[in-house]
């Protein structure tokens, strides 16, 4: 664990601009969360972003804390606030600012067209992420096979992911993975 | 706004900052998988603080804006209840609590990763998190998937591979599609 002030800037730095470019939500900037962490800066291994990715995603509250657990990792309790303060702050401030002008463009044809041209580049970012957590996470056929049927009933139902990832967590315990 | 007759609110009180914090700390700690989900059920089903109409209309902002849906969530409907102070409630309800918990969670991580049995259960764990992103990846994409509307899929595709395949960074990829995507999206607004 790192504890200067330049490490502290880096992680602010890092997240405040993944703040920023995080069309779609939290989750459609973990591909550049992982080539961050893991190949650029070295923060991580592979398996340790995958781990870090399942504990976010497997934990209660918003799927964004993934940051908070890269910001622990790096620098402890001030990388992990850091860290979470650098991926709400500015888009926070953002939201704040234009949700009072919004509804003046109601009808706007550039709102119209900023809105529907964005959801598909949002879907191919969650996708990414998908692929990119797939391939840390998954090292053997059935791991691959657990990740597919997982997506099929997501895909297919509304059951709670809990029991899914209660299910997947048991077959690892068992040594099956 | 004029109000339609479907969207004639429920009788409506101005929520004290105090409740306003306590409700996104209970979103916070009780959304499980999707926090935007409970926020919906607290702020419409069972406050009703808002309408479902003013709900949808806040939601689709919410994920327009860049940043983490569920956080533009509070601070949006913070601020329409409270103002600024409400937004730094709502906020401050949604963060607080889970930022502890995952600093404790980050500790536990940090003390006992590496024993085997836990490295085996996170193993299965993050395998099944990969799927859950694929099928809700899927799950957004089936909208797009209309009878001669090519454009969508094509976008959608182009961006997976560009970020998740070539691994191109994220502000690379997003400054080439995302103008080409509004383009498009442009040529066919009303």
């Known amino acids: 664990m790192r504890l200067d002030a330049g ?17 779609g939500g939290g989750n459609a900037t973990v591909p550049e969360m992982h080539r961050h962490a893991v190949e ?8 340790q972003f995958a781990d870090i990715f399942a504990i976010a995603q497997a934990a209660p509250g918003p799927n964004f804390l993934i940051s908070t657990l890269i910001g622990y990792q790096v620098a402890g309790i001030p990388g992990a606030v850091v860290a979470t303060l650098g991926m709400c702050g ?12 919004w509804d003046r463009f109601k009808y706007a044809r550039w709102r119209i067209a900023t809105q529907n041209g964005l959801i598909p580049v949002s879907v191919g970012l969650i996708g990414a992420s998908g ?16 990740t597919a049927v997982t997506a099929v009933i997501t895909y297919f139902t509304r059951l709670n992911p809990v029991w899914l990832f209660v299910a997947a967590g048991l077959l690892g315990f068992a040594g099956l993975i | 706004m004029p109000e339609t007759p479907e969207s004639i609110p429920p009788p409506r009180k101005v929520p004290s900052l105090w409740n306003l914090f306590i409700s996104f700390v209970t979103i916070s700690l009780l959304g499980f998988g999707g926090t ?24 689709a902002l919410c994920q327009f804006l860049p940043g983490p849906n569920v956080a533009n969530f509070a601070v949006v409907f913070g601020a329409r209840m409270r103002g600024v102070v409400g937004a730094i409630c709502t906020a401050g309800g949604l963060i607080v609590p889970s930022l502890i918990l995952m600093i404790v969670l980050g500790a536990l ?41 090519w454009h969508g899929p094509v976008i959608a595709l182009a961006v997976l591979v560009a970020v998740g395949v070539l691994r191109i960074p994220l502000w690379w990829a997003l400054a080439i599609l995302i103008p080409l995507a509004i383009a498009v999206a442009w040529r066919r607004a009303p």
């Open chain 1, 7 to 23: 490490t502290l800037l880096a992680i602010a730095a890092h997240f405040g601009l993944l703040s920023l470019l995080a069309v």
């Open chain 1, 40 to 47: 650029v800066a070295h923060w991580m291994t592979d398996r």
């Open chain 1, 90 to 101: 500015p888009s926070s401030v953002l939201a704040y600012y234009v949700s009072g002008t």
């Open chain 1, 131 to 146: 692929v990119i957590v797939a391939q840390a996470a998954d090292h053997t056929v059935l791991a691959y096979a657990i």
């Open chain 2, 36 to 59: 935007l989900a409970w926020a919906r059920r607290m702020a419409v089903d069972e406050r009703r603080w808002m309408s479902a109409a003013e709900f949808n209309e806040v939601f």
């Open chain 2, 109 to 149: 991580y940090a003390r006992y990763g590496e024993i085997e049995a836990l490295q085996r259960i996170l193993g299965g764990v993050s395998t099944a998190a990969a799927g859950l992103i694929l099928g809700t990846a899927a799950r957004m994409a089936q909208p797009l998937l209309q009878p001669r509307q």
